[in-house]
């Protein structure tokens, strides 16, 4: 596949996420529901990438993969209300600029995946290392405002 355009969303979502991550939630900190929904999104994401990597590509296949990707785009947008009170204007315009960018990453992936042949190629690679790299943010997530920040500087519960 000679489509490297395809990996422009990965780039610019992955830039995107560290950027919310390590400026403005640092800066505010975490309330308990983002600090459990926050992971939760990152793990619909991995559904949706677990299956581009380990269900061959079918119609059947992309319909179910169509309806996770569908239902994680939807999912990400549960902190809306809390953001409302919480964020800056900044703010506010990077999650905007992360929900646009939620479906083209997913779009990326199926368009890889229908693409390329079943367990070879280098594109399977991309894939699997934002995979990893997405596992590690998850657990990131996870632990660093669930377990070592804590609630220190969070909004009220």
């Known amino acids: 596949m000679a489509h490297g355009w395809l990996m422009a969303p990965f780039l610019v979502q992955g830039g995107a996420m560290l950027w919310d991550e ?3 939630h640092r800066r505010r900190g975490l309330g308990r529901w983002e600090r459990l929904g926050h992971p939760l999104d990152t793990l619909t994401v991995l559904v949706c990438y677990a299956i581009v990597l ?7 296949a992309l319909a179910w993969y169509a309806g996770c990707a569908v239902f994680s785009m939807l999912f990400v ?7 409302a009170r919480a964020c800056s204007a900044g703010e506010h315009w990077l999650h905007a600029l992360l929900f646009l960018l939620h479906p083209l990453t997913l ?3 199926a368009l890889i995946w229908m693409d390329m042949p079943q367990g070879a190629g280098a594109w399977r690679d991309v894939l699997v290392g934002t995979f990893v ?4 943010f998850g657990c990131y997530q996870l632990l660093y405002w669930n377990l070592w920040r ?3 500087g969070c909004l009220p519960e």
């Open 133 to 136: 790299i997405v596992t590690a």
């Open 150 to 152: 804590g609630r220190k």
């Open 54 to 60: 380990w269900v061959p590509y079918s119609p059947t």
């Open 22 to 24: 390590f400026w403005f």
């Open 77 to 83: 947008t549960k902190d809306e209300f809390v953001h």
């Open 107 to 109: 779009a990326a992936a």
